[in-house]
Every structure is written in structure tokens, then in C-alpha cells.
């Protein structure tokens, strides 16, 4: 089992930076992934990036190629996503989510975090 916890988040003018944290604890096993995901009020959640525990690969969605970056730190079980160059269309509720597994669904969500870019 796997708890979430994320922090960051707020309202931010177009072009600047925020940084997102989601520090998991588990009672068993090791972290298999741990990812980003956004929604937008009546749409459906959307896919931002990956990184596999076990050997640092990441992975991103195009739209935040080259302004977003997942970083870790596999010792305090902990997954950032520092966003650059932000817009109004990056505004939505920010979910990490885990997985104990390589692959498949992410059993584990955090409990969002909103993000507001203002133009």
C-alpha cells in the first residue's frame, strides 16, 4: 500500500515557474513508478510524465517537453515536477500518482494540487 502526499501548487503568472512535490510512503514492496497527471473541470485527466523507479527513466507528454522536468529522490521515496515557462493552458489540478508495478494503471493518486496560470 501507498500513500501520497502532495505540496506546491498556487497561482502563477504566465512565464514563471512552480515546483510540485509528492512524497510516497509505503508499508510494503518498492515504488515500480511514479507519475504526473493534470485535469481540467470536464475533461479527462491527462498523462504529464513518468519516471521508472528502479533505473531514473523518464518519461514526458510532448506539450511539457523542454518547460516541465520530473525529477527524484529515491531515497526519501519522493517525485518533483518543476514547471518553467508556464501558460494559461497548463491551469488544472496536478495528481502524482504510483505504481508498485513496471506497468499497468497507477493503483495510488495523490490528492491534487491546484495550479492557476493567469494571463
Known amino acids: 500500500q501507498v500513500q501520497l502526499v502532495e505540496s506546491g501548487g498556487g497561482l502563477v503568472q504566465a512565464g514563471g515557474s512552480l515546483r510540485l512535490s509528492c512524497a510516497a510512503s509505503?508499508?510494503?514492496?518498492?515504488?515500480?513508478?511514479m507519475a504526473w497527471f493534470r485535469q481540467i473541470p470536464g475533461k479527462e485527466r491527462e498523462f504529464v510524465g513518468v519516471?521508472?523507479?528502479?533505473?531514473?527513466?523518464?518519461f514526458y507528454t510532448n506539450s511539457v517537453k523542454g518547460r516541465f522536468t520530473i525529477s527524484r529522490d529515491a531515497v526519501k521515496n519522493t517525485v518533483y515536477l518543476q514547471m518553467n515557462r508556464l501558460t494559461p493552458e497548463d491551469t488544472a489540478v496536478y495528481y502524482c500518482?504510483?505504481?508498485?508495478?513496471?506497468?499497468?494503471?497507477?493503483?495510488?493518486w495523490g490528492q491534487g494540487t491546484q495550479v492557476t496560470v493567469s494571463s
Open positions: 500518482a504510483a505504481s508498485q508495478e513496471y506497468v499497468g494503471s497507477y493503483g495510488y
Open positions: 509505503l508499508r510494503t514492496g518498492n515504488l515500480g513508478r
Open positions: 519516471v521508472v523507479w528502479n533505473d531514473g527513466r523518464i
